[in-house]
């Protein structure tokens, strides 16, 4: 839930800290709001089975969730 409007920025690294894809990079409104990873990279092409980290920007505050890939 986004506490109030504002730019959204959700992206996924791989376990080196590289970007693997930008699944959110809009103004939102606030409230709650639902998003799907399917596994893919930024191409579209499927990624690894492994860990990964979903990292949220909402205006000046962040958040870190890790994600595992099951194959």
């Given at each position: 839930v986004l506490p109030e409007a504002g730019p959204v920025q959700l992206r996924v690294f791989d376990i080196a800290g590289r970007l693997r894809a930008t699944l959110v990079n809009a103004w939102m409104e606030g409230g709650p709001h639902v998003v799907s990873w399917d596994g893919s990279g930024s191409p579209g092409n499927a990624l690894a089975p492994g860990v990964y980290f979903a990292?949220?920007?909402?205006?000046?505050?962040?958040?870190?969730?890790k994600l595992v890939r099951l194959p």
């Open positions: 990292h949220i920007r909402v205006g000046s505050q962040a958040a870190g969730q």
